[in-house]
């Protein structure tokens, strides 16, 4: 124990994540190996949604072979001796959880509300009508459409892999796409796995996969909201003294 309250301050690893539940869900986090198990779940539940008292963590090496199980919440990580590139395993041990049931993952499962276009039409105000109101105070407005390669030469130097820092809000990420989307209009997007569960999706917008992440980390924005660079993983706790 001695020798791991000498560990220098910036001693850390970095260990891909993964989930019982979600099998989308994938991070590669990087931790102090003075962090105790308590906190390493602390971070994690606000990451993947499962509880603290519900979480249980499984270590394996980069053979995939079992290291140990984080049973002590008290224990620092380095406890375990956990290397750069070992996998730390997530299992969600409450049959309720958030987790559980797939429909973080399929949005098929969610029961999704329907109205018909006969009672749509009845509401005072709707997105149909106000539609209709402003082309009838601007009827040229409809007809001005974006070029297709509408910000493109933005795009040089956004490539899929970079780091990236998206505004409004200043949020992290990692871009998963870059291209047009026509579904999304005319013009070229960006799609970004945010490193927090700061986005809209997992990567499928209006029934179009463009990439894959972990559910509520997907955005897909203009270019001009994108700045490209050494973006490197906030740690929350990095302002929090102990």
């Known amino acids: 124990m001695a020798s791991l ?3 220098p301050a910036d001693d850390s690893v970095q260990l891909l994540v993964t989930h019982s539940n979600i099998k989308t869900f994938s991070a590669e986090i990087r931790f102090s190996l003075q962090t ?11 990451k993947s949604g499962t509880a603290m008292d519900s979480m249980q963590l499984k270590l394996y090496d980069d053979t995939g072979s079992k290291v140990d199980d984080l049973n002590e919440d008290s224990r620092p990580l380095g406890f375990y001796s956990p290397n750069n590139g070992y996998r730390l395993h997530i299992v969600d041990l409450d049959p309720s959880s958030v987790t559980s049931g797939g429909w973080l993952e399929d949005t098929s ?7 018909s276009d006969e009672a749509y039409n009845k509401l005072d105000s709707n997105v149909r009508k106000f539609k209709e109101k402003m082309v009838s105070q601007n009827p040229t407005a409809s007809s001005k459409k974006l070029p297709e390669n509408y910000m493109e030469d933005l795009c040089v130097n956004i490539k899929v892999g970079d780091r990236c820092e998206v505004e409004p809000g200043a949020k992290r990420g990692v871009i998963k796409f870059v291209g047009k989307a026509e579904a999304l209009g005319p013009g070229f997007w960006v799609g970004i796995q945010y490193d927090e569960p700061l986005g809209k999706h997992d990567g499928m917008v209006k029934g179009v996969r463009f990439f894959q992440c972990p559910p509520a980390h997907g955005g897909i924005v203009r270019p001009d909201k994108v700045k490209v660079g050494e973006f490197p993983e906030r740690d929350p706790f990095e302002d929090e003294e102990i």
Do not use: A, R, S
């Open 109 to 115: 499962l969610v029961e999704k509300y329907t109205i």
């Open 36 to 46: 105790t198990v308590e906190v390493v779940k602390d971070k994690l539940w606000k």
């Open 5 to 7: 309250l000498h560990l």
